[in-house]
């Protein structure tokens, strides 16, 4: 069986609707815990996929969290030995600065759902499935990052150009959330995380029922078109 080790930086945050297709694709998953596991002591060569989640951190927040360094370091070896690697959000982040690129505020916080507008690459590859002709996408984050060097453009929205990178087959990077299920969307309202930013909360929770299962059945054909590219 495969191994798939995700490292997450929320407390009991999970692959959502992503979950059950490494599952189905033969992967067998184990979480780690920034912050709590130590992940200097993962073992690269017997990870076949490697995912790193999103959280309310700052990718260059070293000082108060010393663990994103080793994050770093863990994606460096990775890149270097051309393994797979998955990023989402802060995982995205990260793996920018993985590759030497700047991580920094964007000028303007995006949250909520807006489609993304796919380059000529991104229209030939896995991303295909998520485009604005299909489903609306799920944004939340205030950070961006510089496009690193040799990796191809697949997406992008009004506000932020870097949504998703490739390098390859083996290096996939979303600032954007195709993996958020409508669950998790209704938890964080509930727990009043999300920062509307002048959104009406009738409105927000009008497109998750909306948008919520277009963007389950895309981003699941995406993941699954990826995998079967590696």
């Known amino acids: 069986m495969k191994t798939l080790t995700v490292i997450r930086h929320v407390a009991h945050e999970r ?5 059950s297709i490494f599952m189905s694709n033969g992967y067998k998953i184990s979480y780690k815990s920034a912050g709590v596991d ?27 969290h010393s663990f994103l360094l080793d994050e770093v370091t863990l994606l460096k070896q990775r890149f270097d030995l051309g393994l797979p ?14 590759l030497g690129e700047r991580v920094y505020p964007a000028d303007t916080l995006e949250i909520g759902w807006s489609p993304l507008i796919l380059s000529e690459k991104g229209k030939q590859s896995c991303v295909k499935y ?16 510089d496009l690193p060097s040799g990796a ?17 087959h083996s290096i996939l990077a979303f600032q954007c959330h195709p993996e958020v299920t409508r669950w998790c969307l209704e938890k964080w309202m509930q727990q009043g995380v999300l ?33 079967n590219s590696l």
């Open 85 to 98: 690697t998955l990023g989402i959000c802060l995982g995205s982040q990260l793996m920018a600065r993985a």
């Open 130 to 145: 998520l485009g604005g002709l299909y489903t609306s996408m799920f944004h939340w984050h205030h950070d961006t990052f």
């Open 38 to 64: 130590d992940l200097r002591q993962l073992d690269l060569k017997s990870i076949d996929l490697l995912c790193i989640l999103g959280g309310p951190l700052n990718a260059y927040q070293d000082k108060e």
């Open 15 to 19: 692959l959502g609707y992503w979950e």
């Open 195 to 227: 920062m509307l930013q002048g959104q009406s909360l009738k409105k927000f929770q009008q497109d998750t029922v909306q948008f919520s299962y277009d963007l389950k059945k895309q981003s699941q054909k995406c993941i699954c078109d990826w995998l």
């Open 152 to 168: 191809e453009l697949l997406a992008s929205t009004e506000l932020c150009k870097n949504q998703i990178f490739a390098i390859g």
